[in-house]
């Protein structure tokens, strides 16, 4: 009996699945294992939104093997622990899982390549979490990696595709007798739901997100996608993060009008920043930018940072987006852009302490994708462009991305009676209009922490002197 092992790690579904394609291919037996890894869940990434959305998927997709005659077996522990035992166990040779490109993920499966190896178990790596399906092969003519957007989305553009694969109708039954533990509750991993109405996990949570995004909000997509509140974007990145669905049949899916193709470079910059987390690894704790190692003097104010998370800050469309995290353990891609600016610029406080609180609480964390876009908007990153055009006016972006107050009004409730002509700028309004609308500001909205202007002037500065 030839029995083969899917570690499922980013890849919680059945359609579009190489992995569990090739463990299929000439075994009588296929076991579809997830590792609770401790250094995953208690590790500098550790997040109880973000694993409460995995245990959601891990629920779905059990629901899912199992109405397909087999199941999920659930271990705790190191995978270079785990997978020998269980492997020896079922007296398996090969064990399929899913390339990852996080410098954690690398030196996991080093290690769990060198204990399989030991055992005389072999461990094949697939395609199957980015659209290309290896975007670290995507070079330029010299042979070295990307490190501009706009070339690699061409060179990417004409890399070669997979087709996508369709879900298996059975799959074999799990082997008598072996040991499955429940997907335990968030609670009984020592972690809180720290959001209070996150997306639901899971393959069919996404496929309805992805059925709904694709009928119609695709095709306004370019239009759309930067008003916030407006609903423009997919939602569909936690879904993809933990590979609930596959950004390659994402693809393939899409139709062939202009919002659909401007969606479909968004889906580049994640095998982007894929691709230079995995060439790049030391970029996930500095700058990738050598001048700026080290060289930044940035803050430590304690008491602007807490401002920021809780969104205290004073300004509205920052405060909404911080508000919108802690909702939703999401946040809107401009508003990313526009939070990232001002902590880094206005606050002048070190990118890495944005990088891990968004960490903790998005759903959608990804370490790629954040580091990259916090590197990106803090000016230390690839991509780079003079430090004043990524400086954001959070006025004027609140004019700009919400201008009818949406997104502000819905986020900060303090401000939903005040007159649209002082909501970018409530500290501004005089004293009758701030009782007329019931928001007295430094009482029931707060003054801002910081002066905008005089900020951005201080930022120039702080790079010039670092660079
Ligand atoms: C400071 C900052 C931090 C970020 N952190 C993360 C993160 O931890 N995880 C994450 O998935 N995205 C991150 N992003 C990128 C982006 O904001 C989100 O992917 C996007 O908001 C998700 O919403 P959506 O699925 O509706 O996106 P859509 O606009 O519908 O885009 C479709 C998909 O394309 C990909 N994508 C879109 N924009 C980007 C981008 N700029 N970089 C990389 N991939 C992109 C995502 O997978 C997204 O789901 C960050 C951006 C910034 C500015």
């Given at each position: 009996?030839?029995?083969a ?9 059945l ?14 037996s ?20 973000r ?9 779905d997709?059990e ?31 090969r ?9 954690l ?7 769990v ?21 290896e ?19 061409r ?9 996508p694969l ?6 074999p ?15 009984d ?62 693809e ?9 193709q ?6 580049c ?6 691709q ?12 990738h930018?050598?001048?700026?190692r ?5 803050s ?65 964390g ?13 000016s ?8 004043p ?10 004019a ?6 949406t997104f502000v ?18 500290w ?8 007329q ?10 003054a ?5 202007a ?7 500065e ?6």
């Amino acid at each position: 009996m030839d029995t083969a092992i899917l570690w499922l790690r980013r890849d919680l579904r059945l359609s579009d699945h190489p992995a569990l394609a090739a463990a299929l291919e000439g075994a009588d037996s296929v076991v579809p294992v997830f590792c609770l890894d401790p250094r995953l869940l208690h590790g500098r990434h550790r997040s109880g939104p973000r694993t409460q959305f995995l245990l959601e998927s891990l629920q779905d997709l059990e629901r899912g093997l199992e109405q397909r005659g087999s199941g999920l077996v659930v271990r705790h522990g190191e995978p270079e622990r785990e997978l020998p035992r269980l492997a020896q166990e079922l007296r398996a040779a090969r064990v399929h899982a899913t390339a990852d490109v996080s410098p954690l993920a690398v030196r996991r499966d080093r290690d769990v390549h060198a204990a399989l190896d030991r055992a005389g178990i072999a461990l094949h790596l697939h395609p199957g979490l980015f659209v290309a399906d290896e975007p670290a092969a995507i070079l330029t003519q010299s042979g070295s990696a990307y490190t501009v957007f706009t070339p690699f989305y061409r060179a990417w553009l004409r890399a070669p595709r997979r087709s996508p694969l369709p879900p298996p109708e059975r799959l074999p039954e799990l082997p008598s007798g072996i040991r499955r533990e429940q997907v335990p509750r968030l609670e009984d991993l020592g972690l809180k739901q720290e959001v209070e109405r996150p997306a639901s996990g899971g393959q069919t949570a996404a496929e309805r997100c992805a059925k709904a995004f694709l009928g119609e909000r695709v095709n306004a997509y370019g239009s759309e996608r930067d008003i916030l509140g407006s609903g423009g974007s997919s939602g569909l990145s936690p879904y993809l993060h933990l590979g609930c669905l596959s950004a390659r049949e994402l693809e393939s899916r899409l139709p062939l009008s202009t919002g659909a193709q401007q969606f479909r470079r968004q889906l580049c910059w994640r095998d982007f920043y894929a691709q230079l987390l995995r060439t790049f690894p030391a970029n996930a704790r500095s700058e990738h930018q050598r001048r700026y190692r080290g060289a930044i003097r940035w803050s430590r104010a304690q008491g602007d940072f807490e401002a920021w998370c809780r969104g205290r800050t004073g300004y509205p469309v920052v405060d909404a987006a911080m508000r919108q995290l802690l909702q939703e353990g999401w946040m809107h891609n401009r508003a990313r852009l526009i939070v990232g600016s001002f902590l880094t610029k206005d606050l002048g406080i070190d990118w890495r302490w944005g990088e891990r609180w968004f960490m903790r609480m998005l759903i959608d964390g990804d370490e790629a994708n954040n580091n990259g876009n916090w590197q990106w908007i803090a000016s230390v990153g690839v991509d780079p462009q003079p430090v004043p055009r990524r400086i954001y006016n959070p006025t004027r972006q609140q004019a700009r991305f919400d201008p009818d107050g949406t997104f502000v009004r819905r986020y900060v409730p303090e401000l939903a009676q005040v007159p649209a002509a002082y909501l970018a700028e409530p500290w501004t309004m005089p004293e009758h209009v701030q009782t007329q609308a019931g928001c007295r500001i430094g009482h029931d909205y707060p003054a801002p922490i910081v002066d905008h202007a005089q900020a951005r002037r201080g930022a120039i500065e702080r790079y010039r002197q670092a660079g």
